[in-house]
């Protein structure tokens, strides 16, 4: 079965930290770029960050900015979005998105046609 699997969210405080992976199982991240979207109750998707396939170049969201950072490891298969510094607004469902394996760049990852997309991890930013 070709998934991906995120995991790592849950209930923090505000100004706490988590730390999200993206897992892909039954086919390799290698060469594939990886975003991470996030969508709260009653809003539209935001795409909030992308990680590009050959040079790791890295796009983010103003609203993540200077908080959160995307990696990838290759040889795990994985990918990661490491946030900091939260805020109540980042309350959302998490999930991943990557790219077909023809080497994306991450240009307009937001509104690109992803192959596989996660179901999603819940991260609740309260007090």
């Known amino acids: 079965q070709l998934s ?10 505000p100004g706490g930290s988590l730390r999200l992976s993206c ?12 975003a991470w979207f996030r969508q ?19 796009y983010y969201a103003d609203s993540v900015k200077g908080r959160f950072t995307i990696a990838r490891d290759d040889a795990a298969n994985t990918a990661y979005l490491q946030m900091n510094s939260l805020k109540l607004e980042d ?3 998490y999930y991943c998105a990557a790219s077909n ?27």
């Open 23 to 34: 897992a892909a199982l039954g086919f390799s991240l290698e060469n594939r770029a990886i």
């Open 4 to 13: 991906l699997v995120e995991s790592g969210g849950g209930l923090v405080q």
């Open 91 to 93: 309350t959302a469902v």
């Open 101 to 127: 394996g023809l080497g994306y760049d991450c240009t307009g990852y937001v509104t690109y046609e992803y192959d596989y997309r996660g179901q999603g991890t819940q991260v609740t930013v309260s007090s």
């Open 40 to 58: 709260a109750p009653g809003k539209e998707r935001e795409g909030i960050s992308c990680i590009s396939s050959r040079h790791h170049n890295t």
